[in-house]
């Protein structure tokens, strides 16, 4: 079920990894049959790992590159937990512990939790309560032989991987979605990206150090960084995003005597909806990116949570719509491959989430990478943040395990698809009936949730009168602010603040507003710029 292009890889492994055999992988109808010749750890705190749900057909590819030559030294430090490992022994029959501080889970005051959640395709609100499913999850439901996960295993201390039963999900999902072309990958389940690209941070960089990101990214990625002391050398882009060419520049002209600090080793880019210019790459600019990588030994952290919010094609509003993907092989097909997929190195760290596309409070994510890295990880979560809640991982479980399955999820997503194809044709048909053309340009994005509008500050009667970028670019917010639209400045989001810049930029987002509310505020936007540039 994976995409098709993710197959014929023209990258090619700088080492052992440069001959390789791709099978086929996992897919949809594979799953029931594979599941019932693995066995599911249900104990408290059970140990698991992504091996443990992989197919076979995952061992017959390469090993991954290692990586020991750009972990920090806090991260080679790390030794496991004495705590967690003694876990292990508790699935020893008629072992009594005492050797742990797990409390009794007659002691956890709840006994049952009812959630009501949509049964595929009825995924509406109105749909959801008058066809919803109750599925209950219940303090010995294991005991009682109803459910591989209960309240008495989600609501005690974990492993740092996650529980089991999600890990399962996510590997599963992994491989029908990404199937990463070496054999040694991992999951591990985290309390959000965030926290996934703070822990990246502390185990791949030390003080001093550069990362190499688009120069325009995440401000809370750069914001985690900052403190640390990490800075950014920013990429150049274009309307796909991260330009290769630009990214080999920084790195074949990196000046240690002049920045200060070696050459980094390190690539952070949202490929798909990149927040926030909502450019996305195609799968030959992932190609070109991955080859420079290889070039120059780069690790790329690949941040991801507007994966599935790719799109349907724009069409204008007198335009025929473009229907939604029949099925589920063509919903796989149709997504841009990922570097994951293209990944023969094993120099990719993807950041999963589903606060996107399922809810961010429920702040539970994860990571893939090679066995290597993601072992690094479950020793740094073990002494943080340990693991994410148990309660949102029961919830999710009982929600794309029992109730969905891997199909309905897809069926989900595929309505996320077409939900989020409707509101950025909203927003850019907005923008083209009601922001004046000769200041203001954009390219409709094909994927996440942010719209990234150029103005022509220039031309700026202000700028015209020796006003600077900065000065221009607050007048303009606050004439929106005042007409009671609010919009993101561009320069929030700069990597390099050291640069100049020479344009300017508003992001608006189309995540959350009604149709009608979006093309309100985008059209208060424009009376905001043609009363800034004197055009009414």
Known sequence: MSPPAAVDIEVTGVTDTSSMVIPDPLTLDDVKAWRAKTKMPTGVAAMANSDMFKSPACYNKPSAKRWDHILSAEAKARKSSTLKAAAKYLKQPGMISLGGGLPSSEYFPFDHIDIKVPEPPRFSEDEMRKYGKVARAGRHDIRDGTSEYDLEIALNYGQATGSGQMLRFVTEHTEIVHNPPYSDWQCCLTPGSTASWDATLRIFCERGDYIITEEYTFSTAL?????????????????????????????????????????????????????????????????????????????????????????????????????????????????????????????????????????????????????????????????????????????????????????GYLDWLINLRMQYTNRRNTIVQACEKYLPTEVASWTPPTAGMFHWIQVDWKKHPKAIAGESHDAIEEAIFNAATERNVLVSRGSWFKADSTVDEDGMFFRATFAAAPADKITEAIKRFGEALRAEFRLC
């Open 223 to 407: 914001e985690t960084a900052h403190p640390l002391g990490i800075r950014a050398a920013a990429v150049k882009m274009d309307e796909q995003g991260l330009l290769p060419e630009s990214l080999d520049d920084v790195l074949t002209n990196w000046d240690e005597k002049a920045r200060g600090a070696r050459k980094p080793y390190l690539l952070y880019t949202v490929p798909s909806g990149q927040n926030p210019t909502g450019a996305t790459q195609s799968i030959e600019r992932r190609r070109e990116v991955y080859k420079v990588a290889q070039k120059h030994d780069l690790y790329i952290v690949e941040d991801e949570p507007y994966y599935f919010l790719q799109m349907q094609p724009y069409t204008r509003a007198d335009g025929p719509s473009v229907p939604a993907p029949s099925n589920h092989k063509e919903f796989l097909k149709a997504l841009i491959p990922s570097f994951l997929s293209i990944d023969v190195d094993g120099r990719v760290l993807r950041l999963d989430s589903f606060s996107k596309v399922v809810s961010p409070g429920s702040r539970v994510a994860w990571i893939v990478a090679s066995e290597q890295i993601v072992e690094r990880f479950t020793r740094h979560f073990e002494c943080s943040t340990q693991n994410p809640s148990g309660i949102s991982q029961l919830i999710l479980f009982k929600l794309l395990d029992e109730q969905w399955g891997h199909s």
